[in-house]
């Protein structure tokens, strides 16, 4: 597309002109030179950094499918684009300077009619602006015209429809925003931080582990009451056999036991919060 990039104002001027005595006067318009034109400011996706795009296998490849043929989608030939792999995601800082991101979306026909089938995706900034609806091996190019005037992230994603993907060669082609400031830039994906789902233990006692434990008559027996809570903890327990005892201080249960049976002990952590109470 082009672009008057200069406009004028036209003025017109009168020029006398002397004939057989009479002065006669003429309106004339002056030349005038139409300004420069020029194509918009324009950046392909294969220009930037394709080693930010992720691929669910081999790697993404410049104007080329991901398999290093020319990019063909249901026989329609590109010359330009980024062919890729679903699962496949790109980050891009477009700094608020791009217009129009533009591209035909398609599986690429190195599949030979396979079982590939994926979606492309569009984000601006967290929201969807755009998407294909799931596209299967031989389906005609779809054509994505998305405004990302004002976007300053805008993220590129094929995903694998929820078929897995196999054979899911993904096709960005002739892809390219129209810039109006400055360039976009391809960046790593945010490293999202682990979260701890396992809540905090409470301060209050609390006895957890296993109810039953055993060891063969006479053998040395050695157990710590599994408690958690605020210490300093006293514990104490019920019932113990003969051979075994507890110290208050640690809740570990030492000693052996000479004759084979079960046993039932109640078991107890107390600290200055509460008790917890536990029959084992």
Known sequence: ?????????????????????????????????????????????????????????????????????????????????????????????????????????????????????????????????????????????????????????????????????SYDHANWAEAKFEIISEKPQAFDAPVEQAVILTPRPSPKPCINGAKVFGVRPGSPFLFTIPATGARPMEFSAEGLPKGLKLDATTGRITGSVAKRGKYIVTLCARNVLGEAIREF
Request: hydrophobic share 40%.
């Open 1 to 165: 597309s082009m672009n008057i990039v200069k406009s004028f104002r036209i003025k017109p001027f009168f020029v006398p002109v002397i004939v057989c005595g009479i002065i006669l006067t003429f309106l004339t318009l002056p030349t005038m030179a139409v300004g420069s034109i020029k194509p918009k400011n324009m950046a392909w996706l294969s220009s930037l950094d394709l080693s930010k795009m992720t691929s669910g296998w081999g790697k993404p490849e410049i104007d080329k499918a991901v398999q290093g043929q020319p990019m063909s989608i249901a026989g329609r030939k590109f010359d330009k684009g980024v062919g890729t792999h679903a699962n496949s995601v790109m980050y891009i800082d477009l700094k608020g300077g791009s217009k129009k991101f533009s591209a035909y979306v398609g599986v690429d026909d190195e599949v030979n009619g396979r079982i590939g089938s994926v979606e492309f995706r569009v984000y601006g900034d967290g929201k969807l602006l755009w998407k294909s609806g799931v596209m299967k091996a031989r389906e005609p190019a779809r054509k994505a015209n998305v405004d990302v005037q004002g976007v300053k992230t805008l993220i590129l994603i094929v995903d694998s429809a929820g078929d897995g993907i």
